[in-house]
């Protein structure tokens, strides 16, 4: 009997990625880990389109996928290329996909976590910019400035070289609070990714190939946007969130300025644990695009206005 149970376990087709995907149980546990803000069955069609849209994710560990999905879930996210994305990484010829939300992204979690009339703002040279306490109360005023010379304000060179950024919101009683870093600080922690110091290796060597010293992250084509994700995660320890929240961004940090680390967890080929293992995944002929950094246009592009106002 057991050899007759075997043969037919044996028998029985694996199940794709897409089924993994589109499993009963992932729609329900990303609807219940976002708190209701997300949809399950919208959640798992933006999950597909992504992974379609990015062949490399294909070959990723389905594991490590729906792991990625579910991070991104806790912080209210989906991986459309507005609110985060997924990425495929390669580690010691192991193919895995690791969640990163966007700064929009983070800001959609802050407002569905109680952060009222979160400001996130740019201060460039020559824009009048104060920030002290007074009277044990925060105050800051900022006037940005148009990048029209003719207007005699700063100049669109001058434009380009952000001094620092900051993120303003109100609690619950509605005082305000606030928190900024100069672009010195952003820097420092660009030169942490492991993307960016693996694109700036290939460009600095004399022996790489002229595709590898074009190659690009999104510190390189998106710079602002992302130093304005930077200090919205770094205003964010101090909100008040779920330890649930805290834990998934604590988890994106890891995984975007560190080593990559394999997903944790027991990998089970069954309906209750939707998580398959390396050998089920179904492979793709498709050729595999760069997996080491996401296509540019997955980030929030570049905005006209230098200050960003979220009222809830």
């Not at 329900?28 to 379609?52: F, H, M, P, R, Y």
Request: proline share 7%; aromatic share 8%.
């Amino acid at each position: 009997m057991e050899n007759n149970n075997t043969e037919l376990a044996a028998q029985q087709p694996r199940k794709t990625m897409r089924d993994w995907i589109f499993s009963p149980t992932l729609r329900k546990e990303l609807s219940e880990i976002s708190g209701g803000v997300l949809n399950g069955d919208t959640a798992v069609n933006v999950i597909w389109q992504c992974v379609q849209k990015t062949p490399a994710l294909q070959n990723c560990e389905i594991g490590t996928l729906v792991t990625a999905c579910k991070t991104l879930a806790i912080l209210g996210c989906m991986p459309d290329g507005i609110h985060g994305y997924l990425v495929p990484r390669s580690s010691k010829g192991t193919q895995t996909a690791i969640p990163i939300p966007s700064a929009r992204g983070l800001v959609r979690m802050a407002r569905s976590n109680g952060v009222k009339n979160l400001n996130v703002g740019v201060v460039r040279k020559g824009e009048p910019f104060t920030w002290s306490i007074f009277n044990g109360k925060f105050t800051f005023s900022h006037e940005p400035s148009w990048t029209n010379s003719d207007f005699n304000l700063v100049t669109s060179k001058d434009a380009e070289s952000p001094l620092g950024y900051y993120v303003t919101w109100e609690d619950a009683e509605g005082n305000l609070h606030g928190l900024r870093m100069s672009d010195d600080e952003v820097r420092s922690i660009m030169a942490r990714s492991d993307a960016f110091k693996r694109v700036e290796a290939k460009r600095n060597n004399p022996n790489s190939q002229p595709w590898e010293r074009d190659s690009t992250t999104p510190w390189h084509t998106d710079y602002v946007e992302m130093a304005k994700k930077t200090v919205i995660k770094r205003a964010a320890k101090l909100w008040d969130l779920p330890q649930a929240v805290t834990e998934a961004m604590q988890a994106t940090d890891e995984q975007e300025f560190t080593s990559m680390r394999q997903a944790r967890g027991t990998v089970q080929d069954t309906e209750e644990h939707p998580l398959l293992a390396p050998a089920a995944v179904q492979p793709t002929n498709e050729p595999q695009q760069d997996a080491e950094d996401p296509s540019p246009e997955l980030f929030d592009m570049p905005q006209q206005n230098n200050t960003t106002s979220y009222q809830d």
